[in-house]
Structure formats: C-alpha cells, structure tokens
C-alpha cells in the first residue's frame, strides 16, 4: 500500500531515468485473455534452477559484511561503481538483490538491524506495500484463466447486495479491468480520505491517521470492513476510464472479488497461487508480527485491516527474486495474460508501471519502501533490482536511479 506519507511520488522521481525502450512482453494486447487459450499457453511447473536463489548466492564472493558480488567477467561493467557505492555509501540500509533469470550479480544487507538486534541479510522480511498490488493482479488473472471471471465484469455483478447504496448506479459499471489499471474514479481510502469517507468521517484519518500508529490502526479497527459498502456511499472522482488516478481502494476491492468468485480466503488463494508455487518460503499475506527488519524511530508496523490487496504482503528480496523469475519466465500466466498485464495506458498496467526501461512498481508503509524493477538487457537478459528499506521512498529511489547503467 503506497505510504500515508507519498502522494504519487514514484513517476516523479524516476522521471530522472533516461531510458528509451521497454521490455519484449510490455507489447500492447491484441485481444483479451481467454480461457482456451490461457490454459493452453500457462506454464505449469517452475523450473528448480529459477527458485535455486540460495544456491546461486553461496557462489559469489564475499567482499563485506553481508554483501557478496558474482566475480564473473561479464559482470565486472554492470558491478563497477556499484560495487562501491553499496560498500561505501552509508546511506545504503536494508537488502538488496540484483540478478538475472540464471545468475545472481550481487546481494547485500547492510547497515541495518532487525528486530533481534542482527545485521538484515537478504532473506530479512520487510512491508513490501504496494509491490503487493502486482500479486493480487496475478491472483485476478488466475481467476479469468480458469472461467471464474472476466475482465469486463463490473463490480455491480459482485456486489448486488450494495444496491440501495446512494452511489450504487454510478459505482456499479466499473470493471475488473478499470480497478486493475487504476481508471476506476474510486477514491483512495488512504490518501484521500476526505474523498472516500466523507469529511466528517475522513477527518478522523486526516487529523490523527497520518501522525500516530494508534490513531491509523484505531481508525481502521472502527471502519476496515467497511470499505467495499463505502466505495458505494460516494460518487466516483470521474468517470470509469477516461483517466489514471491511483487508488489503493481498486485492490481492496479486487481482493474482495477474489475471495467471492475463488471460493478461498484472499490469503489463502494468494498463498496457493503465487506463494507455493514460486517457493516463497520468507512470505505472507494478511499476517501481523513476522516483519523481521526493524524501523526508524516514529514509525510502526502496518495492521493488514488497512492494507488488504493493496499491500498486505511481507516477503524478502529472495522471495521476491523467485516471484520475478517465474512471473516474466511466463510460469505463472499464460502469455495472454501476461500481454494484458502488461498493456500499459497512461503508463499504468496491473500492479506495474512502466518507466522507460523499467517496468517497476514501487512500495511504501509508514516503516519500510521497497522498491521491484525489471531492465531488458540488450544481449536479451532480465536484469532484476529488488531492495527493501526502512528508509522513505525518495532515498530508495535515489539510490536505484543509478543502477540503470546495469545495462550492458
């Protein structure tokens, strides 16, 4: 879940990233997704040598602390200032991962404690925030592959039982695919409070929310289940689709669709399509008190009652690693629907941006940012760039900018 704190700081700070091209599988759809052909095209099993994370790891050379960098030739240009930077700059704090589908070219964890008093390593568990949001889409685009839903359905088919809601017929026709690309008009529960919960009600989160850990969580112990009903209680910002507005509130949602049309809890559809099958043994979904980094002074720990879809994941840059592979290696989508996932308008796909070369999404909570990012080589490689911190959003990213230069 994008922090209280950042308003849609993630375009503007990787705006400074001069790159020009995009990945093969950002080509815009053709058609949507079917069932026939999804089931067809989806690669069942993952490959052992992408989830071998720890393997690959034990192979590099450890030149500090917790960093070890891969010594191989071809990684000398990608590693040089790099390399140092990590080693030398002190405002480096947390856990990083920079590799490729069969490498991995270097992993830290420095100059941060977790909660035991231990330097972070790599599989350190962090709030991921809304890198959440990429794995709730991979979970929706399970369900239109097996027939269960389309993405043209509109929340009025799963939510009927909302009808006498004062915005139901204006709240109604928004699809699937609107609440995926954040064109859904729908105010942001979080950032927009005023907006979605009225300004009597939303003052309560603007006044107290935002400062202390007490008031945000005691805000969404009183109003957490009441999301879905309140989506319904207020006229959307716009119109569905006729622009981009990012909005925690459309994975909420999405997280609610899930559980209605799987048959399964959200966590447990979550854990059994994305978790399991990549081997995310350091992650979990709607579960408090297993982040083991620890966080700056002020900060908190988020309750999942206010982040449910739209960042409620823990993991590590390990796991993540292992989501990423199977993810673009095509493991866990059929090619369909990677295409949909990946058809970018206003920049914005399903839980990924597309920014130049990257094609990332950022994460933040009031304690950690993360920050997922995927370049194309131009010898035809993924190169991936996974870190966790317990620093803000404008630190993380200054200090990822630089490593666009991983590209050969």
Request: proline content about 2%; charged content about 25%.
């Amino acid at each position: 879940m994008k922090s209280v704190r950042i308003r849609k700081t993630l375009c503007l700070l990787l705006a400074c990233v001069m790159m020009a091209s995009c990945l093969p599988s950002c080509s815009e759809a053709k058609h949507e997704a079917t069932t026939s052909e999804t089931a067809q095209q989806t690669k069942r099993e993952i490959p052992r040598e992408l989830l071998n994370v720890d393997e690959q790891i034990k192979k590099l050379n450890n030149i500090e602390g917790n960093i070890w960098i891969n010594e191989d030739e071809q990684y000398k240009v990608k590693l040089g200032k790099l390399r140092n930077q990590i080693k030398d700059n002190v405002s480096v704090r947390g856990s990083i991962i920079i590799a490729t589908d069969d490498d991995v070219i270097l992993a830290s964890g420095t100059r941060l404690k977790d909660r035991d008093g231990n330097e972070v390593t790599p599989h350190t568990t962090y709030e991921i925030g809304s890198v959440t949001k990429s794995m709730t889409a991979v979970c929706i685009m399970k369900l239109v592959e097996d027939g269960k839903i389309k993405l043209d359905d509109t929340l009025g088919d799963f939510f009927p039982e909302y009808g006498s809601c004062p915005f139901y017929s204006e709240v109604a026709p928004i699809t699937v695919r609107n609440l995926l690309r954040m064109r859904s008009g729908i105010h942001d529960f979080v950032n927009d409070p005023a907006g979605f919960w009225g300004e009597e009600t939303g003052s309560e989160l603007a006044g107290m929310g935002l400062v202390t850990e007490e008031g945000f969580n005691g805000f969404f112990d009183k109003y957490g289940d009441k999301i879905v009903e309140q989506a319904f209680c207020r006229k959307p910002a716009f119109e569905q689709d006729k622009k981009f507005d990012y909005s925690n509130t459309n994975y909420t949602l999405l997280a609610e669709i899930i559980e209605k049309k799987s048959g399964m809890s959200y966590a447990r559809f979550m854990e059994e399509t994305v978790f399991k099958p990549c081997g995310m043994t350091d992650t979990t979904c709607m579960k408090n008190g297993n982040v083991q980094a620890s966080i700056k002074k002020n900060a908190w720990y988020n309750e999942f009652n206010s982040s449910k879809g739209c960042g409620d994941v823990h993991s590590s840059v390990v796991d993540l690693l292992k989501y990423h592979r199977a993810l673009f290696g095509g493991y866990l989508l059929s090619e369909g629907s990677m295409n949909e996932m990946m058809n970018f308008v206003d920049d914005y796909g399903f839980g990924w941006q597309q920014m130049d070369e990257w094609i990332l999404h950022g994460g933040s909570t009031a304690g950690f940012s993360t920050f997922n990012g995927v370049l194309n080589d131009v010898n035809g490689k993924r190169i991936y760039v996974l870190m966790c911190a317990n620093q803000g959003e404008e630190c993380v990213f200054s200090l990822i900018v630089p490593m666009s230069g991983l590209r050969m």
